[in-house]
């Protein structure tokens, strides 16, 4: 039972059903009083002129002196006829002048005239019951009340109690106790059925909780694809949808967890083959020169130094490209864009490859727009973008292939796009040449001599300008990779890349 009401089902049932019965009480209360307050409205409204019709029966003895056994006489018969009615007569000030009861059931002998005069004023806004002194209890009660003329030329009142004390017990056995037993006999029914009603439905509303706990406690356990139906807009519709949201939200970054996890795996792998073949090399040169110091021919020795060297360069631009990229991963360089004539970088760039080119007998052709606008950018990192491709383009192509370099504008857009006749590259690579170590060639052969990593710079640095690469590649034919850099306005404000 103690379980049941530490649920939310057991605290929301027992608050509704103490509100429940406190609300049936406070009904009970109005009713009987209301109940009330209509019979004596109704018993004054009735016998509104009584006193006043009475009073003509008194005047004549209160002619010269108060005839005292006269009035009670009266008074008595009265009272007789209708046992329901006590009858006082009082003076001006409330005080009581004459009365047909035993004086030891008065117990006061003086009431308060302000109602009287309220009552007797006939003003059509005062409204019924008014509720008087009662000579015989303390408690208030409805009365009819007339003026009447004293013998000492003062004013009185006729005033008549119209719940006397009998028929206060018989009012207050029947009525009381039947009204009572009614409303009562109401509210068990509304407590019983509003109960089961109210059971049900809040058994209903927070069946929803418990699904939705135990969707949660599912997704605790490691269920990530739990999730929890939504069948309403309702506050708890709306938890559920928020709840729904939270869990793709964990769910997708656990898959990158996962992703990212298994790239750092491939990525060390990749590092430390990259570094541990040319490694390997080098000191196999090394102990070669040192065991054969003296028998080594000077050719030999350079051709083995050579070697060395060019271990060396590579491992030098493979931990340089790392150092760059994790930096560019860590967002530590980030752009400082600025303008710049796109067409003198790029001059300078084919310039410096030209001899690798010609080492190849490649033909490098630049073909440039004239009147080229200066364009935004970070000029170093386009400066890598542009090396990078350039390097690619000559180190994919065959001995005396052909690579087009042309720059165009369009609208508000230079466009520069490197065509080269390589090998180009299969289809069903394309998508991944962006991916850090990814090769095409996996075995990694010497012959280009890449680390996998100068496109996955590239895109890193378009990707920080908001700049998208194209590539359209044709296996056998050659490949071309383009991409726009925004013309520079000086008036215009320049949004920073
Ligand atoms: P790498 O250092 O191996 O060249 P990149 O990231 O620069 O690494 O390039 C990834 C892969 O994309 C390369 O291994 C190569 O197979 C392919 N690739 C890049 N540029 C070209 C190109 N111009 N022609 C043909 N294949 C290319």
């Not at 057991?10 to 406070?26: P, R």
């Not at 006043?52 to 006269?70: E, I």
């Not at 080119?357 to 009147?371: D, F, G, P, Q, V």
Request: include cysteine; charge should be neutral; aromatic fraction near 8%.
């Amino acid at each position: 039972m103690r379980e049941f009401f530490r649920t939310l089902y057991g605290k929301i049932s027992l608050i509704f059903f103490l509100l429940l019965f406190l609300l049936g009480t406070a009904q009970i209360i109005i009713s009987v009083q209301s109940s009330m307050n209509f019979v004596c409205e109704t018993d004054q409204t009735l016998n509104r002129y009584l006193a006043k019709n009475l009073a003509t029966k008194f005047q004549p003895l209160l002619k010269d002196s108060l005839n005292r056994a006269g009035i009670d006489h009266l008074i008595h018969e009265l009272m007789i006829f209708n046992p329901r009615i006590e009858i006082y007569l009082i003076d001006k000030q409330g005080e009581l002048l004459a009365y047909f009861a035993d004086p030891y059931k008065i117990k006061n002998s003086h009431i308060d005239t302000a109602p009287v005069v309220r009552f007797v004023s006939n003003d059509p806004d005062v409204r019924f019951p008014i509720m008087g002194d009662d000579p015989r209890s303390d408690r208030k009660k409805v009365f009819s009340a007339a003026p009447i003329s004293l013998p000492d030329g003062q004013e009185g009142y006729i005033y008549i109690i119209l719940g006397s004390e009998l028929y206060d017990t018989a009012i207050n056995g029947i009525g009381g106790s039947y009204i009572l037993s009614t409303t009562a006999f109401t509210l068990v029914l509304v407590l019983v059925f509003a109960g089961i009603l109210g059971s049900i439905l809040f058994f209903n509303l927070t069946r929803r909780l418990r699904r939705m706990t135990l969707a949660v406690s599912d997704f605790d356990k490691g269920d990530y694809r739990r999730r929890i139906q939504v069948q309403s807009e309702d506050e708890l519709g709306q938890l559920s949808a928020a709840f729904n949201h939270m869990a793709d939200t964990v769910e997708t970054s656990i898959e990158e967890m996962k992703k990212n996890d298994a790239l750092r795996r491939e990525l060390i792998a990749n590092i430390s083959h990259d570094l541990r073949s040319p490694l390997a090399s080098i000191q196999g040169y090394l102990e070669t020169i040192q065991m054969k110091e003296d028998t080594i021919a000077p050719e030999q020795r350079k051709a083995f130094l050579s070697t060395i060297l060019n271990g060396v360069i590579n491992l030098n631009k493979l931990v340089h490209e790392l150092f760059e990229l994790s930096k560019l991963d860590a967002l530590q360089t980030k752009p400082r864009p600025e303008p710049f004539s796109i067409a003198e970088l790029l001059q300078d760039v084919v310039l410096k490859f030209q001899p690798q080119a010609e080492s190849k007998r490649i033909n490098l052709i630049t073909k440039i727009e004239r009147n080229l606008p200066f364009v935004i950018g970070d000029i170093g990192m386009i400066d890598r973008v542009l090396s990078n491709l350039i390097d690619n383009a000559i180190r994919y192509t065959p001995d005396e292939g052909r690579i087009l370099v042309l720059l165009s504008r369009k609208k508000d857009e230079v466009w520069l796009c490197i065509e080269d006749s390589g090998e180009g590259i299969p289809r069903e690579d394309l998508p991944h040449i962006f991916d850090r170590f990814y090769r095409v060639e996996k075995s990694r052969s010497k012959h280009s001599g890449g680390s996998g990593l100068g496109l996955a710079i590239v895109k890193k640095i378009l990707d920080a300008h908001e700049i998208k690469i194209d590539v359209q590649s044709e296996h056998g034919r050659g490949t071309r990779f383009s991409f726009a850099l925004r013309v520079y306005h000086p008036k215009r404000q320049q949004t920073p890349a």
